[in-house]
């Protein structure tokens, strides 16, 4: 039985464990294929947009942003939940995407990069031919 080419099979997994470490908290993600790409959103409310550094190396997607802390001088906290500093979050790409082709943009606080499937991992129809088995067989009727 043939399965559907999925090649971010491994993606749940790799989600849920980078959904329980800390560097995820600063760093929410929606993943979602639509047509022949994937779409991650992450959010990054409040980074400087020029901070956001996303690389490819080998099959890991890396996104890096910062946050500037606000100077704690003359200030007396009553609440401080935001988080700042750097954050770090990465992803695993199955073989079926094309590297060469992600796109990253940021607008609203969010990130969003879309990564393509590649056109030899995107499934075909292969047309299939048939010959006309009948034959006529020459010979003289006694």
Same mark, same amino acid.
């Given at each position: ?14 989600? =849920? ?9 600063g760093m ?6 639509? =047509?022949?790409?994937? %779409? ?13 550094? %996303?690389?490819?190396?080998?099959? !890991? &997607?890396?996104?890096?942003?910062e ?25 695993? &790409?199955?073989?079926? %995407?094309? &590297?060469d ?8 606080? %969010? ?21 006309? !088995? ?9």
């Amino acid at each position: 039985m043939a399965r559907a080419f999925d090649p971010f099979r491994e993606m749940d997994r790799w989600i =849920g464990d980078f959904s329980r470490t800390p560097a995820s908290n600063g760093m929410p993600m929606d993943l979602y294929r639509e =047509g022949d790409a994937f %779409v991650a959103k992450i959010d990054l409310p409040g980074v400087d947009p020029a901070s956001i550094d %996303v690389d490819v190396d080998e099959r !890991t &997607l890396t996104v890096r942003a910062e946050r500037a802390a606000i100077p704690a001088q003359d200030k007396k906290w009553l609440v401080r939940e935001r988080p700042s500093g750097t954050f770090a979050r990465q992803l695993t &790409l199955g073989y079926g %995407v094309a &590297l060469d082709k992600i796109e990253a943009s940021y607008a609203d606080g %969010v990130l969003e990069l879309t990564i393509p499937v590649a056109e030899e991992a995107k499934p075909r129809k292969i047309a299939v031919t048939h010959a006309d !088995t009948a034959q006529q067989i020459e010979g003289s009727v006694e």
